[in-house]
C-alpha cells in the first residue's frame, strides 16, 4: 500500500541553524500539506501547497519556513535560523485530488532545537 | 471559523469496558469528520472518516462514530476496550480550505 514518507525521523539542531525537512508524498497526489504537534500539545496546521504554490498557510508559517517541491517527488520543509519554540513533531501529508478524499499521513519527524 | 472541542482531556476505563470519546465540531457547512489515534513517540492512524451518508461509522480496530447533526458531535465508541487502545485520540474537521483542524486530543488510559 503506498504510503508518505519522512526523512529523518528524527533532528537535532542548534539554535539559528538551518533545517530542512523531507517528505515523499504519495506518487500520483496533487496536494501537500505541513503540519507540526508541539509535545503534549493538539496537530495544527502550517501550509498547503498545490500545483508549485502555496495555496493556504497559517499565522504560524512565518518568513521564517518555506516550501519546496524541487523535483516532482519530494516535498521540503525548510526552517531557516531555527528557535527554541520550533521544536516539535512535523507531519507531511499528501492528497490525491478534491476535498471528498482522504488526507494521508507520514510517520513524522521529531525537530529537537537546543 | 471553524473549529473541534474535545471536552475530555483524559479518560481512564477499564480493559473490557465500553468507551465514549466525546467530539463537537463548529462548521457552517457538511462537515467532513475523522478520528485518528497517535500512541506515544508514533505518527497519526486513521481510525475513522464521515463524509455523507449513513450517519453511525465503522472504522478499524472495532471503533465507531455517530455524526449528529444537531448536536455538532462525532463521537467516538467502542464497545469493550483492550489496553492496547491506550493512545491519544483526536477528532478533526476537514475544512472548507482543505485543511484539517484537529482537536486538542483526549489521551485514553486502560485500568487492568
Known amino acids: 500500500e503506498p504510503e508518505v514518507t519522512q526523512t529523518p525521523s528524527h533532528q537535532v539542531t542548534q539554535m539559528g541553524q538551518e533545517v530542512i525537512l523531507r517528505c515523499v508524498p504519495i506518487s500520483n497526489h496533487l496536494y501537500f500539506y505541513w503540519y507540526r504537534q508541539i509535545l503534549g500539545q493538539k496537530v495544527e496546521f502550517l501550509v498547503s501547497?498545490?500545483?508549485?504554490?502555496?495555496?493556504?498557510k497559517s499565522e504560524i508559517f512565518d518568513d521564517q519556513f518555506s516550501v519546496e517541491r524541487p523535483d516532482g517527488s519530494n516535498f521540503t520543509l525548510k526552517i531557516r535560523s531555527t528557535k527554541l519554540e520550533d521544536s516539535a513533531m512535523y507531519f507531511c501529508?499528501?492528497?490525491?485530488?478534491?476535498?471528498?478524499?482522504?488526507?494521508?499521513f507520514g510517520p513524522g519527524t521529531r525537530l529537537t532545537v537546543l | 471559523a471553524q473549529s473541534v472541542t474535545q471536552p475530555d482531556i483524559h479518560i481512564t476505563v477499564s480493559e473490557g469496558a465500553s468507551l465514549e470519546l466525546r467530539c463537537n465540531y463548529s462548521y457552517g457547512a457538511t462537515p467532513y469528520l475523522f478520528w485518528y489515534v497517535q500512541s506515544p513517540g508514533q505518527g497519526l492512524q486513521l481510525l475513522l472518516k464521515?463524509?455523507?451518508?449513513?450517519?453511525l461509522v465503522q472504522g478499524i480496530k472495532g471503533f465507531e462514530a455517530e455524526f449528529k447533526r444537531s448536536q455538532s458531535s462525532f463521537n467516538l465508541r467502542k464497545p469493550s476496550v483492550h489496553w492496547s487502545d491506550a493512545a491519544e485520540y483526536f477528532c478533526a474537521v476537514h475544512s472548507s480550505a482543505s485543511k484539517i483542524i484537529f482537536g486538542s486530543g483526549t489521551r485514553l488510559s486502560i485500568r487492568p
Open positions: 501547497f498545490y500545483n508549485n504554490e502555496i495555496s493556504e
Open positions: 501529508a499528501s492528497l490525491q485530488s478534491g476535498s471528498l478524499n482522504e488526507q494521508f
Open positions: 464521515y463524509f455523507s451518508g449513513d450517519t
